[in-house]
């Protein structure tokens, strides 16, 4: 009998042990999603003020300034577009007028600071989430633009 | 012409495929046994025609035939020869033609070396090897042909995306190949033994073999990538939980609990339905992990094409394969039954924990990685998983299951005790546990993480010095080299990886803990001091490649105003795609990596500055030494006679 307790003991125990394990996986995996925003819906204030989240669109034509290792530019989705900050070296395929995907967070003065630009590694190949933020745009012109823009 | 004949061999190889695989199920469910005889010959005949095609096209390649669509995407006739060959896998419809390659020869391999095994239970075991196969070709044939032709042939090739222009490009996809094709063996080898009901130890010890030998493909593929990623990328990471990392890190986890589980099985004739699980889970990891990487769901270098036909034939692919073997699973696994007993505080248990461990590990990457596809797939969002999740859960996983790891080769079978195993651990856990509180005092910062690391690599250091030390006593004669050999290349290549994977953690730790990384901007002729590093800057010279021109930084390193090396980034720019790629430049010693990457030129006032990335990278080598070593070790044990079975004698030693 006594063997069989301390059986049970040990299962009772392995059980509990699982489930704190499943809980903090779960909970470090809710606190490490990253969720996407387009241009459009950060200027409508969609975007979360605190923590990271991604944004992705084209790089407009003309707005990339740099000043030393700091890069400025604006991202647009065609409807709208916005500020983003970076600090380093940007990726090779980084170019005006190109996809683009940058994670960070909202800094001051409506600034997106970015600590990560993504890459495409090859040139005709669209980060899906930029070709999403374009799409939505495109929803977006027609609902609030006349039609026969739309093409 | 030739291409055609490539394209009528594969279809002729769909046939045969089916052939190999209909005809012996059928004798089983028959009970014909006249039908069994067509397994090895189809099987063979099958292959050969599948090489073949590979090989018409790569020489395709060879030959410049930009009259193939395939050829005129991916390659260039200023592309190197050796890059030209490499091309093939260099795209879609290659790589996945390389992929039934791959498995055409290991099921060459299985017709010649799987002659001690009962007919019966050979022919079903290629007959399910014949189903993958038929499975893939049908794909290529309906949805990816590579010998598709243009009527307007092209001047020249499109060229091969720059990025893969690298040695690197020669080698990782085919042995990162061999080790998820190779895990079909395994697979083939459990539904086998499901359909037949039976599972022999000597069939397990067959088994063993073929498994380690797949990951040991896996093993040194998946740190050949990484190292490739190192340098390639520019951007001084090893690991960056990509998802298409991950899905090649799936099937390796598995897949090291599943040779762990086979040794039960092989020794102690346990673990049985446990061990048919996870050969199953393998293989499907590693189909999963061709659907991510090839479907085109991902922002990633190996995603190549966005097709939805090719998606979604993959995906019902490979949910009639899993769901059929773990349906077969369900019917029949109490048939093979569990196997023999053993004791709370036994090896089993500890190998049973390690299984559990790289199995939860599993679990928690697999939820990062599909989770953000299933969420995309159902029109919901796009997120993504960041980095710090998979690093926080996954080394709060492995650190158990290391210090287990430790313990494992010490204890015995069926029963040990815990006096036995303190009496013999005591001196290992003071010596891990002083080197661990002693290398951060040398190195001049301790956090928690570096301790921890630092531990487990020492404290598995050290367990497998009482392994060999315990066994050296036992043998009271002969040389050192003589006890060696006595204990056999199993024992050692299990020693041998288990100390590969200390050394990797030392790697990680160290890189983790004391890694460097400035962005500076410097112009010609100045000196910036990084690191205690003294980094003189000479300017750019223009450089002229084969197929490329850029522009080459010249670096002059010095210590202490004693010259450490001249690192030479650059900044390619490819003609053929008009491709600007970064290519770093690094000083590689036991100790520490130096890692220089070319920024760009500023403009306006600044002209002739010049941003830089500099890395310090303390002990990165380790962390690909110790997959090396892991990887030699898996040799070693495939080289151990104890599993060339005997006709007569395999029961002799069981």
């Known amino acids: ?151 | 012409m030739i291409p055609d004949i490539g394209h009528y061999a594969l279809m002729i190889a769909l046939l045969v495929a089916s052939l190999q695989a209909i005809l012996p199920l059928a004798g089983l469910s028959g009970n014909n046994e006249k039908l069994f005889a067509f397994a090895t010959p189809m099987a063979r005949l099958q292959s050969v025609l599948i090489i073949i095609a590979f090989i018409i096209l790569d020489y395709s390649f060879y030959v410049n035939d930009f009259s193939v669509m395939y050829v005129a995407n991916t390659s260039n006739s200023n592309l190197p020869l050796i890059f030209r060959l490499a091309a093939v896998w260099g795209g879609h419809e290659g790589s996945i033609l390389f992929w039934v390659a791959i498995l055409a020869i290991w099921t060459l391999a299985v017709t010649f070396f799987a002659k001690e095994l009962p007919l019966r239970f050979r022919s079903t075991l290629i007959a399910v090897m014949g189903l993958i196969t038929a499975g893939f070709l049908l794909f290529i044939l309906m949805t990816s042909n590579p010998f598709e032709r243009l009527d307007i042939i092209p001047f020249d090739g499109r060229d091969l995306n720059p990025l893969l222009q690298d040695p690197g490009m020669v080698f990782h996809p085919p042995l990162l190949y061999m080790g998820y094709v190779g895990f079909s063996v395994a697979f083939a080898f459990a539904i086998a033994a499901l359909l037949d009901g039976r599972l022999d130890v000597t069939w397990a010890r067959w088994t063993r073999p073929w498994t380690t030998a797949a990951w040991v493909f896996l093993t040194l593929g998946i740190a050949l990538g990484s190292r490739w990623a190192y340098y390639e990328l520019g951007w001084g990471g090893w690991w960056f939980w990509d998802a298409v990392e991950n899905a090649s890190f799936m099937p390796w986890l598995i897949g090291t609990a599943l040779i762990h589980s086979l040794a039960v099985t092989e020794k102690r004739d346990a673990f049985k339905s446990w061990t048919v699980l996870l050969s199953i889970c393998a293989f499907s990891l590693s189909l999963l992990g061709t659907f991510i990487v090839r479907s085109g769901v991902l922002t990633s270098v190996h995603a190549f094409a966005i097709d939805p036909s090719r998606g979604l034939f993959i995906l019902v692919f490979l949910a009639l394969v899993i769901g059929g073997a773990l349906l077969l699973f369900a019917l029949r696994a109490p048939s093979i039954g569990l196997g023999e007993k053993f004791d709370l505080l036994s090896r089993e248990t500890l190998l049973l924990s390690n299984n559990v461990v790289l199995f939860t590990a599993t679990g928690a990457v697999l939820l990062g990685t599909l989770y953000p596809l299933v969420i995309d797939a159902m029109g919901l969002g796009k997120i993504s998983v960041g980095p710090p999740y998979f690093d926080v859960v996954f080394v709060a996983i492995m650190v158990p299951g290391v210090f287990l790891m430790g313990i494992g080769p010490i204890a015995r079978w069926k029963k040990a005790t815990v006096p036995e195993l303190t009496d013999k651990l005591k001196w290992a856990s003071v010596v891990s546990i002083v080197s661990a509180l002693l290398v951060p005092s040398v190195m001049g910062k301790f956090t928690p993480m570096i301790f921890v690391g630092l531990l487990m690599a020492f404290w598995v250091m050290s367990s497998v010095w009482v392994s060999v030390s315990t066994r050296l006593k036992a043998i009271p004669t002969g040389t050192l080299r003589q006890k060696f050999k006595s204990f056999g290349p199993a024992f050692n290549g299990m020693l041998l990886a288990h100390f590969g994977l200390a050394v990797f953690i030392v790697g990680v730790t160290m890189v983790k803990g004391y890694e460097q990384e400035s962005d500076i901007i410097i112009k010609k002729g100045e000196i910036k001091l990084i690191n205690g590093y003294a980094f003189r800057f000479e300017g750019i010279k223009p450089i002229r490649g084969a197929n490329y021109v850029a522009k080459q930084g010249q670096f002059y390193v010095s210590k202490d105003g004693k010259p450490v090396t001249l690192l030479t980034p650059e900044k390619r720019l490819y003609l053929a795609q008009r491709v600007v790629m970064t290519e770093a430049s690094i000083s590689i010693n036991p100790v520490r990596d130096i890692y220089v990457s070319l920024g760009e030129e500023l403009e306006g006032d600044q002209k002739g500055m010049w941003s830089v990335r500099v890395y310090f990278k303390p002990f990165v080598q380790w962390i690909w030494m110790g997959c090396l070593l892991m990887g030699l070790g898996g040799i070693l044990t495939i080289v151990d006679k104890r599993y060339r079975l005997k006709k007569k004698t395999s029961k002799a030693t069981a």
């Open chain 1, 1 to 151: 009998m006594k063997s069989r307790h301390k059986r049970i003991a040990l299962i009772v125990a392995g059980i509990a042990l699982l489930a704190i394990a499943v809980t903090l996986l779960l909970q470090s995996f809710q606190s490490n999603l990253v969720f996407f925003f387009s241009p459009t819906e950060v200027t409508q204030g969609k975007s979360p003020s605190k923590g990271n989240f991604r944004v992705g669109g084209l790089v407009v034509a003309g707005s990339v300034k740099r000043e030393g290792t700091k890069v400025a530019f604006q991202i647009t989705d065609t409807a709208n577009s916005m500020d983003v900050v970076f600090t380093g070296i940007l990726p090779d395929l980084f170019k005006e007028g190109k996809g683009v995907v940058a994670q960070g967070a909202q800094g001051a003065d409506d600034v997106f600071v970015a600590d990560q630009v993504l890459a495409k590694h090859d040139e005709n190949y669209m980060p899906p989430e930029a070709a999403e933020a374009l799409e939505k745009a495109k929803e977006y012109n027609g609902n609030n633009v006349a039609e026969g823009e739309a093409e």
